[in-house]
């Protein structure tokens, strides 16, 4: 830099996107000083040019979130066991081994800015970036899932977003949806009792939902299923507790883990695997593929295999936790998937989700990019700045096989898992439903009160729905649990009626607002 630079700028200069000192950072260049302005304005029309596309698409779904970074330590074992038995995933093998991990926790349905106390699943997403590269552990707090079958995927979150025309949650849409797929009914009695509202993100359970399998090094494979236990406790919100909340912060989650790691308060969860042998298990009264269903403890016990502390928070909020982009795909060599159909259908979508919002090269942004060597042959696609060559490679050559300097595949390690598949092509459902047993099971577990929360927050919605709604929602509490039949029917017949289903889940005052609002007002006179 020359010495007339030196007396202009220095490292907290303010500079264009091409590096030129900017001057005059308040003011258009005009004609006169108040106006009009000229089309010459470069730097302003850089600085507003980039503010018009500041945002990408938002997520169709998780599109609130907050995020941490931190580590994963591996315990060695699986329970008592070496995790070898079951699992050549080098992350897990070395009793005290860290891997560093990227966190993103969210709500499901409503958009980037919505309140944080709204009645929802909250998504739990671990990305690890492992020495084999990156492994997306996608999943939710809850344990359990309100469809089995991909197919349903969009239908399902059409019904549980605004409804299209008023742009509004709708009740009476989301049991409406429920109400004609029974497998929904579990879901459905997590979502409307306080398990429904975490108190925020550190004092919730995580899993990943689905069945994946491990492999270990012979290619032999067992059915396994993810647990996230935070050591902070658990601690779950009433619907009148969320409301006062929310009243004076939509952000509460998102600041209270931010803060708590800003502070060294830490959060750590323990993560404990189910593990079933691979197969269908006619024994049991569901599929174990069925991702509506909990495994039994008392029969498929949690085996812990480490813990994950989140230590850092993001040094810029879009870079880190908007653009982080997980998918339920990425998978290491000891860890593959089941037949599970929502898990087959999720390995598509969410991948080819983030190619789309973020776009073609959103592997290469540093939230995403493993923190490893990567040598392909794909290139071009918008924002790519850097081309995956290794050292050496013939730079002419981005094809493989070739004898010319390309690229070479991989050994492959261990014994290869090659599990044998055999069938009719169909479009049925799984044989073992018992669509409502498990949520009857739930039901009894639950402490009275929030077996009283459950159904208050049941009556608050449902009393506003189509009598034909309300008749196959308590149909299906009967099935699962006489009582709770019996005291949703009693509730539904004693409930106020009138009021609008247009309001958040489980809001049982929600529908008043806009009169409220009428009534309360202060009158002003104009200016």
């Known amino acids: ?179 004609n797929s029974p497998e929904s009914f579990h879901m459905v009695t997590f979502v409307y009792s306080p398990w429904g509202i975490p108190a925020n993100y550190r004092m919730m359970q995580g899993s990943g939902v689905n069945t994946y399998k491990w492999v270990n090094s012979e290619g032999e494979a067992v059915l396994v299923k993810y647990h996230w236990e935070p050591k902070q406790g658990i601690k779950n919100l009433t619907m009148k507790e969320a409301a006062e909340i929310q009243a004076v912060n939509f952000n509460h989650a998102t600041q209270d883990l931010y803060e708590a790691i800003e502070r060294g308060d830490y959060p750590e969860w323990e993560l404990l695997v189910q593990i079933m042998s691979d197969g269908e298990h006619p024994e049991l009264d569901f599929d174990p593929l069925d991702d509506t269903k909990l495994w039994p403890e008392d029969q498929f016990p949690w085996l812990p295999v480490g813990k994950m502390v989140l230590n850092r928070n993001p040094e810029d909020y879009f870079n880190e936790v908007e653009q982080v982009a997980f998918g339920t795909g990425v998978l290491v060599d000891g860890l593959d998937f089941s037949d599970d159909k929502m898990l087959q259908g999720r390995t598509f979508s969410y991948s080819d989700t983030q190619r789309y919002r973020v776009g073609a090269n959103y592997l290469q942004l540093p939230i995403n990019s493993p923190k490893k060597r990567v040598a392909t042959n794909q290139s071009g696609g918008q924002m790519q700045y850097r081309v995956d060559r290794a050292p050496g490679q013939n730079p002419h050559i981005n094809y493989e096989p070739s004898l010319l300097g390309g690229l070479k595949e991989a050994e492959q390690a261990g014994k290869e898992y090659t599990p044998q598949v055999e069938g009719r092509l169909v479009r049925q459902s799984i044989d073992r439903q018992s669509n409502t047993k498990q949520a009857g099971e739930t039901y009894r577990r639950f402490e009275e009160w929030e077996r009283a929360e459950l159904i208050a927050n049941l009556v608050a919605d449902l009393s506003r729905c189509d009598k034909r709604i309300q008749e196959k929602m308590i149909a299906l509490a009967e099935e699962a649990d006489e009582e709770y039949g019996r005291r949703l029917r009693e509730g539904l017949a004693n409930a106020p009626q009138g009021g609008s289903s247009q309001k958040p889940l489980g809001n049982r005052e929600g529908d008043k607002a806009p009169q409220q609002a009428v009534d309360k007002g202060h009158e002003a006179e104009p200016y």
């Open 1 to 179: 830099m020359n010495e007339d630079n030196q007396k202009t700028e220095h490292d907290l200069t303010l500079t264009n996107r091409q590096g030129h000192p900017v001057t005059n950072n308040q003011n258009l260049r005009t004609v006169g000083n108040r106006g009009p302005a000229t089309l010459e304005n470069y730097d302003f029309i850089e600085k507003i040019s980039h503010f018009d596309r500041e945002r990408i698409p938002e997520r169709v779904v998780h599109a609130r979130g907050a995020g941490a970074h931190g580590y994963f330590e591996a315990y060695g074992t699986v329970g008592n066991e070496p995790v070898s038995k079951y699992t050549r995933a080098k992350l897990f093998q070395e009793k005290g081994k860290r891997t560093p991990v990227f966190v993103r926790f969210s709500t499901v349905i409503h958009g980037g800015h919505s309140p944080e106390t709204l009645r929802d699943p909250r998504g739990f997403a671990v990305k690890f970036y492992t020495e084999d590269g990156n492994w997306d552990l996608v999943g939710n707090n809850l344990k359990i899932f309100f469809i089995r079958d991909a197919v349903k995927f969009p239908d399902m979150i059409h019904a549980f977003k605004p409804d299209p025309i008023t742009n509004i949650q709708d009740s009476e849409r989301f049991f409406d949806f429920c109400a």
